[in-house]
């Protein structure tokens, strides 16, 4: 990833997840592609990537999501009230997968 666009993502990410605004992107992985509407909580460095985790509404859980993966990135105009994380999820572990399944 170019870093003047992985700049772009992590400043709009880290102010979606300062105001608590839902964010809209749309997502490529290995299972095919899907447009996400995800409430951010933090952005992560693990496994040499950057991820942001944060609950996705179509899916109703936590989830990772791998920077790389992510386009047409646009902050909403939409607010959310932060639920919280289940510990286990909160370990940011390997049961997490960045698929749509």
Known sequence: MKIDR???????LNAAT???R?????????KGEED??????????KWSHWYLFGFCS????FRLYKLRRLWQL?????????RPA???KKQLGSHFADATT
């Open 36 to 45: 996400k509407r995800v409430e951010p909580y933090r952005l992560v460095f």
């Open 58 to 61: 179509q899916r109703q859980d």
């Open 18 to 20: 300062r105001d608590r």
């Open 22 to 30: 839902i964010v809209a992107f749309h997502y490529y992985c290995s």
């Open 6 to 12: 992985l700049i772009g993502i992590l400043t709009l």
């Open 86 to 88: 289940p510990e286990e």
């Open 74 to 82: 646009e902050l909403t105009q939409e607010d959310f009230f932060p």
